[in-house]
Every structure is written in C-alpha cells, then in structure tokens.
C-alpha cells in the first residue's frame, strides 16, 4: 500500500485507484470498495475546482456507489449541480448530506442561501450562448443593454482568453438580477457592478444598465472565472482584481488621478494590505484606492515581467506556493524592492 499512499499525497489518483484494484485481485481486506470511494471523492472534488464538470460528476457518481455513507460525497454533488445551475439537485443532495452530518452548520446555511437563490432564480428567463448559460428579467427586451450581453460575453471570451491561452469548455452562468434581489441574495458594498462566485452575478437597476457599463462589468467578472478556472482558490484577492481590472481597462479606461493623488500625498496602501482593503470593511474611497493599486501594481509587473512571468508565478501559487515567496522567487527580486520600484514608477 505503500505506492498507493503515495500516488495519493501527489495527486496522481488514477495510480492511486489501479493499485487499489491490484490490491482487490490479490484478496485484501474489506475495506477497499470504501476507500476506493474516498480515492474518487477527492478526484472528482479537483475536477470541479478545475472547471471539469462532466469528469467531476463521472467521479462523484463513482465515489457515491462505493461511499454511499460519506456526506462529503452529497456535499460534493450538490456543490457540482449548484454550479451547473441545477439547484433543485443540489438542494437534495445537499439535504442528504445533512441527513448523514446533522452538524455541518456551514452547509446548512449555504442550502438556506440557495433556497432563497432558487426562489429567485425561477422567475428568470433562460438562454444559452456558446458555453454561457444566460439568466436575465423576462422583461429582457425591454431592458436597456441587455440586447447587447450575448455580443460581450462572446467577445470577453476570445479576448480575455487570448491573454490567458484558455477557453473553457465548461458551461459558465451568468445571472442578472433586480437589484433589490441581488442585495437581498448577496451581500455586497453598496454600488457593487457584479461579482463572480462560481457564477458571474449583475445587478439590475429600474432603468437597466448602460451598454459601456454592461460591457465592462461582464470583461472583469469573465477574468475572475478564467483565474479561478485556471489558478484555483489561491491567488490573492489583489492580484484577482488587478487582472480582472487589466481586461476591464482594455473597453473602459480607468481613472488613476486617486491613486496619483495618493502617491502624491504619501497615503498608499502597503502591498501587504490590499486584501483586506478589498474585501474589508472600509470606507468606499479606501477600497477605490485599494483596487487602483491592485490594478497599478499588476500592470507594473506585466510590463516589466510579460504575461509568461505574470502565468509562472500563477501556477507557483496555484501549487500552494505564497504569493510573496512566488513573485520573490519567480521575479527575482525581493519584495521590498519590487514595491518601492512601483512606487517610483507613479512619479514619472
């Protein structure tokens, strides 16, 4: 068992699985149908992470034959149908698992939020585009710029994938919601022009939403799924929103004057804070600032360093790497001095 447990810790769960059948034919023990059921488990919970859905679910239906007891395997399929947009699914199974693991309160109030998403989400109207499923108002035509997201979504996806070499052959959602029900669904700052969660979520006001604005809401939120997709849960909330805000300035320019104005004033945010400047509880200018930072420091590294550096380094902290140690390691230069060289470009 020894080749077995280590296939398991790198990952390779294919070799993981064949010694385990090898084990079978050579008469082991009882336990090996179960443990066989974890082994797919965590196949099939990669798979979903890496955007690869129909693998995911060959994987998980595998694990529930031979683990039907296990709740992480109801907790896992009903995390895959979730993002499928198949909420009915992902309330049973993730009703099951809770069966199984009563004390899993984290899981029973995500089944709260989705049961009050599927509420929701029932009255929208549906439609497919490519590898988009589109949710929006029924009113739909009647609704400024809405006639124009199918145009952005196919353009955010070739040129936002050229950058990053990948087109997901996944199903992505993309909901559009009034925004009284995105508020009351998702808790966000106010003024908030989208988020992406697993899914890419727009608010609607009464008027509807500019063509310019749709379109640049819809380049930032595709960018955050092509990390996730490609990089994983690991990339720093700054980097994330200086990626996202790379692609969004190619259709919107962005206004820097705070964050010359800041420099100027000696009032920047340390590299080290940003994160929770995002996605803190600031004040709205702070976070303004936080994201022109994000998005002036990821420009800085793409021009000194190109977009093969910027992807190395991703994959770095993709592997567990921290970010400091993978931009130190990959760039070469201490942090420190990376930051100041920043700082030093705002004053030219």
């Given at each position: ?9 790198r990952?390779?769960?294919?070799s ?22 974890r ?8 798979l ?5 859905f ?18 992480e ?8 149908m ?6 009915d ?10 069966e ?6 984290n ?8 049961r ?7 009255r929208?109207?549906?439609?497919g ?12 035509e ?9 145009d952005?979504?196919?353009e955010?996806a070739s040129?936002?994938?050229r950058d990053?070499h ?9 909901i559009?919601?009034?925004r ?11 003024g ?11 608010p609607?006001?009464?008027?509807g939403i500019?063509?310019?604005?749709l ?7 595709y ?7 490609l990089y ?6 700054w980097l994330h ?5 790379i ?5 919107a ?8 104005a ?6 920047l ?8 400047n ?6 709205p200018?702070?976070?303004r600032?936080a ?19 910027m992807?190395?380094?991703?994959e ?5 790497e921290g ?8 760039f ?16 030219l």
């Amino acid at each position: 068992m020894e080749l077995f447990r280590e296939s398991l810790e790198r990952g390779d769960y294919p070799s993981a699985l064949s010694y385990l059948d090898r084990a079978e034919r050579e008469g082991g023990g009882g336990d090996l149908e179960e443990l066989k059921g974890r082994v797919y488990l965590r196949w099939g919970v990669r798979l979903i992470r890496e955007g690869r859905f129909p693998e995911a679910g060959e994987a998980l239906r595998r694990a529930e034959r031979l683990a039907p007891e296990r709740p992480e395997v109801y907790r896992a399929l009903g995390e895959l149908m979730y993002l499928q947009q198949r909420l009915d699914r992902a309330v049973a199974y993730w009703e099951h698992s809770l069966e199984l693991a009563p004390g899993q309160e984290n899981l029973a109030g995500r089944l709260e939020e989705v049961r009050r998403e599927k509420e929701v989400e029932e009255r929208l109207e549906r439609s497919g585009l490519a590898n988009f499923q589109i949710l929006t108002p029924p009113e739909e035509e009647s609704v400024a710029g809405l006639d124009r997201i199918r145009d952005f979504l196919l353009e955010a996806a070739s040129e936002v994938g050229r950058d990053f070499h990948h087109y997901p052959s996944r199903t992505i959602v993309v909901i559009l919601y009034p925004r009284r029900e995105f508020e009351r669904l998702r808790t966000t700052p106010e003024g908030t022009g989208g988020i992406y969660d697993g899914k890419i979520r727009l608010p609607l006001d009464a008027g509807g939403i500019d063509p310019g604005e749709l379109r640049r809401i819809l380049w930032h939120e595709y960018t955050h799924a092509l990390v996730h997709d490609l990089y994983g849960n690991n990339v720093p909330l700054w980097l994330h929103e200086g990626l996202a805000q790379i692609q969004e300035e190619k259709v919107a320019p962005l206004d820097i004057g705070p964050l010359l104005a800041a420099a100027r004033a000696d009032e920047l945010i340390s590299w080290g804070e940003l994160d929770r400047n995002i996605g803190g509880r600031v004040s709205p200018l702070r976070r303004r600032l936080a994201y022109l930072q994000a998005y002036s420091l990821t420009d800085f590294l793409l021009f000194r360093y190109g977009w093969e550096g910027m992807k190395r380094a991703l994959e770095r902290i993709r592997e567990g790497e921290g970010w400091p140690v993978a931009l130190e390691d990959e760039f070469l230069r201490p942090l420190p001095e990376l930051e100041e060289e920043w700082r030093q470009s705002l004053e030219l």
